[in-house]
């Protein structure tokens, strides 16, 4: 994919600006380049560029012999994307700290733009566009623009000029450094469900290793008490195999809780774009 700038004034800001990029397998070591090249040809130049390596000695010994500009770490708590971000967070010694997919590209004037927004203290966050590019030829017929969102890319109907917006697209974002020193990282004290919701609900999950790790509607209440591991009645795997029954009966809560895999996303825009097909 490729992370676009938005439309701005001159750029003028001189906040100081980390960029931060979390890679984890080997298998994405071409496009790991690609992403590394593009923060480093920015007409605004990065004052550091750290890479964090998602618990792979391999891929980090490999990283450091070949990106000698580049800062390579090593994640330092739990495997997964947030505690790799939290590790680059408090590494970076910015300003400001922007953040780049392994798998993305930005456009070469993407810090510039993007450290112009900042000069209205009121804003705290700046994103941009993420345009998708297909690999083996044009994109798939059954997925529209709007469903790009599964593929972490802007979709149709978000916002082509600056605006506000309510999230910003994970492989395009940054943020001022206060931001986390107020709220804190990427962490599993954040949570949607309270824990009378989890408590009365059959829960099930994408994956059990990273919502035990991860999720906060998962990990606060286990920490508590509250429900054990044996409370997750199942995971997408056994669910889609049909080893594990869902809902029982209709008037039952049920709880999905689903730390983030793409390939869920993407089943479930196939299926509402085949069922508005008729």
């Known amino acids: 994919m490729t992370a676009a700038p938005l439309v701005a004034s001159a750029p003028t800001s001189t906040l100081t600006v980390s960029v931060v990029i979390c890679t984890y397998t080997m298998e994405r070591w071409d496009d790991v380049v690609r992403a590394v090249d593009s923060v480093r040809a920015q007409t605004r130049p990065a004052e550091e560029l750290i890479l964090v390596v998602d618990h792979n000695d391999e891929l980090a010994r490999h990283a450091r012999a070949v990106f000698a500009d580049v800062r390579v770490i090593e994640n330092a708590e739990t495997r997964g994307l947030s505690g790799a971000r939290n590790t680059g967070i408090r590494a970076a010694g910015g300003d400001v700290?922007?953040?780049?997919?392994?798998?993305?590209?930005?456009?070469?004037?993407?810090?510039?733009?993007?450290?112009?927004?900042?000069?209205?203290?009121?804003?705290?966050?700046?994103?941009?566009?993420?345009?998708?590019?297909?690999?083996?030829?044009?994109?798939?017929?059954?997925?529209?623009?709007?469903?790009?969102?599964?593929?972490?890319?802007?979709?149709?109907?978000?916002?082509?000029?600056?605006?506000?917006?309510?999230?910003?697209?994970?492989?395009?974002?940054?943020?001022?450094?206060?931001?986390?020193?107020?709220?804190?990282?990427?962490?599993?004290e954040r949570r949607e469900a309270d824990d009378e919701a989890v408590r009365r609900a059959r829960i099930f999950v994408d994956t059990r290793e990273g919502a035990v790790k991860?999720?906060?509607?998962?990990?606060?209440?286990?920490?508590?008490?509250?429900?054990?591991?044996?409370?997750?009645?199942?995971?997408?795997?056994?669910?889609?195999?049909?080893?594990?029954?869902?809902?029982?009966?209709?008037?039952?809560?049920?709880?999905?809780?689903?730390?983030?895999?793409?390939?869920?996303?993407?089943?479930?825009?196939?299926?509402?774009?085949?069922?508005?097909?008729?």
């Not at 004037?109 to 203290?121: E, G, K, N, Q, R």
């Not at 509250?226 to 009966?249: C, K, P, Q, V, W």
């Not at 209709?250 to 793409?262: E, M, N, W």
Request: proline share 6%; glycine share 12%.
């Open 97 to 188: 700290i922007a953040f780049l997919d392994d798998d993305a590209a930005a456009a070469p004037t993407w810090l510039a733009w993007m450290v112009t927004h900042y000069d209205d203290p009121m804003v705290h966050g700046v994103g941009g566009s993420a345009t998708p590019i297909w690999t083996g030829g044009p994109r798939p017929r059954w997925l529209p623009a709007e469903f790009d969102w599964v593929v972490g890319c802007t979709y149709l109907g978000q916002p082509t000029r600056t605006a506000p917006v309510r999230n910003l697209v994970g492989c395009n974002m940054s943020f001022r450094r206060e931001v986390f020193d107020l709220v804190g990282g990427f962490t599993p």
């Open 214 to 278: 991860e999720a906060g509607d998962i990990v606060q209440p286990l920490r508590a008490g509250i429900i054990g591991e044996d409370d997750i009645a199942g995971d997408l795997f056994e669910l889609t195999r049909g080893t594990r029954a869902g809902r029982r009966y209709h008037d039952q809560i049920t709880l999905f809780k689903s730390v983030g895999t793409a390939l869920e996303d993407l089943a479930a825009a196939q299926l509402a774009y085949e069922r508005a097909l008729g």
